[in-house]
């Protein structure tokens, strides 16, 4: 068959770019390895997390706030493996989603593993059979997969990835998570919150290093409050499967050691891009630390080879994935699409939320850039003490000149949500006062976010 | 003391004049015999300048039409504000749109000295500089980005159809470019921004870091923004080619909306364009040899001629008469007192002063000549503004040599040549051009032996001028050699008639023909 474009791999980013190829007059295919559609986010990732982060949410909101809200029930039950059906419920349902799209759409979706035989010729190895396809362009968008440590290989059993986190048969009694970042920190909310006894060791002084640091203070607070433990700054040496239980061996900067025991290992030290079996060899593409090298364009080195998503620099992030699918094919149509990277909203799915967009403060102060700060707690919120969410603050920083605003980092209840609001202001290049002068509606969470840019604009909050 | 300034009394016919253009903002500092506004009459603009030194207060808008003697803005005189230089930022209310945030009092200070920042931007945006002027050329940058800048120092050269002119800094403090060189900005739009700093730069033009600390209020004029486009707006922009800084954004701040940018012209092709487009389709070439194209874009000053000269070929009924003229008298009058001419009034004595002379005398006899259609009325002027073209490098200009029927032969000559110095040096102002009532153009000085001129609107004719060149004719019955010039006059149909048009050129050839005409006026 002759397409205009291929598309391998259908995560976000590979499917958005199909259905945006599809919608511009081109005749379109996509290559899946898997048998479901939709890659990392919404088999084992983004979709399958946060329906596990909502049933135990619900959970935990009947073990201990139901009987603050008058309330009264039998002490409540997890039954995990109807928690993990309606999970996998959640990600068939969007899987089949998916595939109507590319119906609706008339993408031809090929299963199987594609790979280059030259720039212009793709070959489908799929169960059984050979299928060979030629087009004029190739999206790249084979996404990433869990990075494990050098000496302790992901066995799935007691040393698992976040793809095995989503599906275990049993709740941990002891995870120990290796990687505060976004993935482990997600997981072991979901756990901890069920029950487990939940330890993370990070080998930096932070958790979520690469967001605003009062996020990361913030959030390690909190969670500490639901009973997670942190060991900041650790080495991990050693990690083992005894069989019945999991022994890793870390020490800190000083060489102290430390040893923990538990029953799983969740390995959540990052992902690293991948382009496994795609025959980027055939095509002269040479990998760059992992990552295909692209212009800014998003092309490869190869003309008509293209590359989005968690296989290319840049943040690993869904909706980065799709901006970016879409701008490829607008260009393909010889349109020219814009994508501010700095105001792609970063999201961590703990409860409560974080979220973030702009610079961090920690960048500002490097960037030597002149800049004010308003932050806003949830506490002075009548809307979060209504529903018991009063854990977090808003945190704006602006110019202290312009009032600009530069950055919006909130933690709390729906900041995933209200992030959106930092992003539009930003596009827009809103100053402070601006997003101050706006009407919010009351009570809402977002008063948080107008209260903090009063307090950046000149430091004048009305509920503080 | 306040002093109020008055419509001076500007010709006897003028009535009324229409305020063109402050120059100055309502409550600048100006000093005295500063321009502080242009003013307009049905007949010529000129300028006001400030009877004493103090604070401007403008009574009438720009726009407003008022009568001779109305008083249009005072003048307040204090020591202390005489003091302070003009237009320093921090003493003065800043110009719309931009707000310069002043706060002497909570600067930070830099260690070590230095600029400091003083909390303020300056947005330069193109200054109205002409009636039918809508949009300008940065032609050179003298200040590169991030440069620091004094108060008035000169950043730029900028180039608008008619003129050039140079652009100097609004505020001292650092430099951030926004318009590149070459491209083409709308009257408003966004030159550069000055970020105001207080103090010389000690090492580097830098911002100073102070991180934290306390927040200064912000101005409300969100002006930082102005020319940022919408994300939708910014990417039909780039698809159509346009600059965001040809764009005057609509939005809040002047942001530059949607519509802002589905409205936007399309710029001419780019050169980059142009070099994609070469290899695309060649011609089979037999011959060797390199065959490249260039393309430039347009300057404004090209773009107003081509525009103007095709409008004149299809709005007016334009014809040309021809005559020749026998040289032989004014040569042997030149030749005779060029010397004693030069030594007394220190300019050569040329051919124009000739021209301009006969001219003059000859458009008294043929008004109409003279005379321009403005709607349904001729009007006839009783003096003579006689335009002469003169090349430049950046293309044809026509400066003004006013009231030419009233000057001596001297007093032309060095007006010419102060004029064509000025025209190729660039440096004519608007109006050294605006305002002539008939056009002198000479091809004879690049070799041209006969031409149709085209009229110089809203003149309604034009005397092309060309080479001297010795050729034999009959005088008397008798074939002589005689250095003759042709001469060509273009006119208007609809106002000149054949009668007028030729004659008028007849009368032109026979004073110069017979200089002694000249002094008789017969």
């Known amino acids: 068959m002759q397409y205009n474009v291929i598309v391998i791999g259908s995560g976000p980013g590979g499917y958005v770019a199909a259905i945006r190829c599809a919608q511009l007059g081109f005749k379109t295919a996509i290559i899946e390895k898997y048998d479901r559609l939709g890659g990392t986010c919404m088999n084992v990732g983004c979709i399958p997390s946060k329906a596990l982060l909502d049933s135990t949410e619900h959970f935990h909101a009947a073990a201990h706030t139901f009987k603050d809200h008058g309330i009264d029930i039998p002490e409540p039950k997890v039954n995990f493996t109807q928690m993990i059906k309606r999970k996998d419920d959640v990600v068939k349902q969007n899987g089949e989603g998916i595939l109507f799209l590319m119906k609706k759409n008339k993408i031809d979706v090929y299963t199987g593993v594609g790979s280059f035989v030259d720039k212009n010729t793709i070959k489908v190895a799929g169960k ?179 590359a989005i998503g968690d296989v290319v620099r840049g943040a690993m992030l869904a909706h980065k994935a799709e901006e970016e699918g879409t701008l490829v094919a607008e260009q393909f149509a010889g349109q020219k699409p814009h994508i501010h990277y700095l105001l792609i909203p970063g999201v961590v799915y703990t409860w409560p939320e974080v979220a ?109 | ?238 698809e159509k080619g346009v600059a965001t800084a040809q764009v005057q954004g609509s939005g809040v701040g002047g942001r530059i909306t949607k519509e802002d940018a589905v409205k936007a012209q399309a710029a001419p092709a780019k050169p980059t364009e142009a070099k994609t487009a070469v290899p695309s389709a060649p011609p089979v070439i037999v011959s060797g040899g ?30 040309t008469t021809f005559n020749e003229v026998d040289m032989k008298p004014v040569m042997e009058l030149r030749s005779r007192y060029k010397d004693k001419f030069k030594e007394k009034y220190g300019v050569g004595l040329g051919f124009m002063s000739f021209f301009t002379k006969a001219i003059c005398a000859a458009l008294k006899d043929f008004p109409a000549v003279n005379a321009s259609i403005e709607g349904d009325e001729i009007v006839y002027h009783d003096y003579c503004d006689v335009s002469i073209a003169v090349s430049t490098p950046r293309g044809l200009v026509v400066p003004v040599i006013r009231n030419a029927d009233a000057l001596s032969m001297a007093q032309i000559e060095s007006e010419v040549i102060r004029l064509a110095t000025k025209g190729r040096d660039g440096k004519l102002s608007i109006e050294e051009m605006t305002g002539g009532t008939f056009s002198i153009t000479n091809g004879g000085v690049f070799g041209s032996m006969l031409s149709t001129p085209i009229i110089n609107p809203p003149q309604s004719a034009i005397l092309g001028m060309h080479n001297i060149v010795e050729r034999p004719i009959a005088k008397n019955g008798i074939v002589i050699v005689t250095p003759i010039m042709y001469v060509a006059l273009s006119y208007d149909h609809r106002v000149i008639d054949g009668r007028e048009s030729v004659s008028f050129l007849v009368r032109v050839k026979e004073m110069l023909e017979d200089p002694g005409r000249l002094i008789l006026g017969i």
């Open chain 2, 290 to 319: 390199a065959r490249t194209v260039r393309r430039e874009k347009m300057t404004s000053l090209r773009k107003t001629i081509a525009r103007r000269l095709v409008a004149v070929k299809n709005e007016t009924a334009m014809l």
């Open chain 1, 128 to 306: 059984g059979k050979e299928t060979t396809l030629t087009t004029e362009k190739v999206i790249i968008a084979t996404g990433s997969k869990p990075m494990s440590l050098p000496f302790a290989p992901i066995d799935k059993k007691r040393i698992i990835s976040s793809t095995e986190a989503l599906e275990l048969k049993e709740i941990p009694k002891h995870l120990i998570i290796v990687g505060g970042g976004v993935i482990g920190l997600e997981l072991g909310s979901v756990y901890a919150r069920i029950g487990s006894k939940v330890t993370v060791v990070e080998f930096l002084d932070s958790l979520i290093a690469t967001m605003d640091g009062t996020m990361g203070k913030e959030l390690q607070k909190i969670l500490r409050k639901e009973g997670m433990e942190f060991y900041l700054g650790h080495k991990v040496i050693a990690l083992e499967n005894k069989g019945k239980e999991v022994v890793l061996k870390a020490e800190d900067k000083a060489g102290k050691p430390l040893e923990l025991k538990g029953d799983y290992c969740l390995v959540s030290i990052g992902r690293r891009p991948y382009t496994d079996g795609l025959g980027l060899d055939k095509i002269g593409i040479e990998l760059d630390r992992g990552r295909i090298p692209v212009d800014d364009h998003l092309k490869t080195k190869v003309d008509n080879i293209y």
């Open chain 2, 1 to 238: 003391m306040s002093q109020q300034v008055k419509i001076p009394t500007v010709g006897e016919s003028i009535t009324e004049v229409t305020i063109a253009n402050w120059l100055k903002n309502d409550g600048d500092v100006v000093k005295m015999d500063e321009v502080i506004a242009e003013l307009e009459s049905d007949k010529a603009t000129f300028e006001l300048t400030a009877p004493q030194a103090g604070v401007l207060k403008i009574l009438k808008q720009k726009g407003e039409t008022v009568p001779i003697g109305t008083v249009i803005c005072e003048v307040a005189d204090s020591a202390q504000v005489a003091a302070a230089p003009a237009s320093t930022p921090t003493a003065t209310p800043a110009p719309t749109p931009a707000k310069p945030v002043s706060n002497a009092n909570s600067q930070p200070t830099k260690p070590g000295g230095g600029p400091v920042a003083a909390g303020g931007i300056k947005e330069m945006k193109v200054p109205a500089v002409g009636e039918s002027i809508t949009e300008v050329t940065i032609s050179t940058w003298l200040k590169k980005d991030g440069d620091f800048v004094t108060l008035d120092e000169i950043i730029a050269e900028v180039e608008s159809d008619k003129a050039t002119f140079e652009l100097p800094a609004e505020a001292t403090g650092i430099l951030r470019i926004v318009a590149k060189e070459k491209t083409a900005l709308p009257i408003g739009g966004l030159i550069c921004r000055i970020e105001i700093t207080e103090g010389a730069p000690a090492r580097s033009a830098t911002s100073p870091i102070v991180p934290g600390g306390n927040a200064v209020p912000a101005s409300s004029g969100a002006s930082y923004a102005a020319g940022y486009p919408s994300p939708a707006a910014a990417k039909i922009l780039d």
């Open chain 1, 356 to 464: 973030s967009v702009g610079y961090t403060e920690e960048q500002l102060k490097a960037d030597g850039r002149i800049y004010k700060v308003g932050t806003f707690p949830y506490k002075a919120l009548g809307r979060a003490r209504a529903s018991m969410d009063t854990d977090g603050l808003v945190k704006v920083l602006a110019d202290k000149n312009t009032d600009e605003i530069l950055g919006m980092h909130i933690i709390g209840a729906r900041a995933a949500d209200m992030i959106a609001a930092g992003v539009t202001a930003m596009e827009f290049r809103a100053s402070a006062e601006d997003v101050a002068r706006m009407s919010h509606a009351h009570p809402t969470y977002m008063e948080a976010v107008r209260e903090a840019c009063l307090a950046a604009t000149a430091n004048r909050p009305i509920h503080m």
